[in-house]
């Protein structure tokens, strides 16, 4: 990536306004996410950010166009635990970068940024669970394959 598409897609943390320019959309192209009115947007919104450093929600904003459309977005949070001398892992969620924007290493970006976060907080590793198709991807950002997750749905 140039540095003109460095300026064009620049790495930050969520803000309460990136609600309008099409976070929950972008959200949607990952998973099933329902509609989000502006006052549970606020609500979860300062939930989050009650707790600092510790949940980080990253996006990419396409200024190309002078759109401000959210075209990227993941979250780390950290996990603290007892062992390894209470240590400390840093969970990557949420990752997706939009159709209209794949194949510009915005993903790798994102992925970065939020690894750079975790060790920054003393994590000693960062972890994340993917689908049997997107392992090529992470494993080009340094990540590869262990155990097996298993997950348990409530709704």
Not at 106 to 134: P, Q, T, W
Request: aromatic share 10%.
């Amino acid at each position: 990536m140039d540095s003109v598409e460095e300026e064009m897609f620049h790495v930050r943390k969520l803000e309460i306004s990136d609600r309008n320019k099409g976070f929950i959309e972008l959200l949607q192209q990952l998973t099933v996410c329902d509609f989000v009115s502006e006052e549970a947007f606020q609500e979860r919104f300062q939930e989050i950010a009650k707790y600092g450093d510790d949940h980080l929600i990253c996006v990419m904003q396409d200024n190309k166009h002078n759109s401000g459309k959210i075209v990227a977005t993941g979250s780390v949070f950290i996990e603290k635990k007892f062992i390894r001398n209470c240590g400390k892992v840093g969970h990557i969620e949420d990752v997706v970068v939009d159709s209209s924007v794949r194949g510009k290493q915005l993903g790798k970006k994102i992925i970065d940024f939020l690894s750079d976060h975790a060790r920054a907080m003393g994590c000693y590793k960062v972890i994340l669970d993917c689908s049997l198709e997107n392992i090529p991807f992470y494993e080009k950002c340094g990540f590869k394959q262990k155990e097996v997750q298993m997950v348990k749905y409530f709704i």
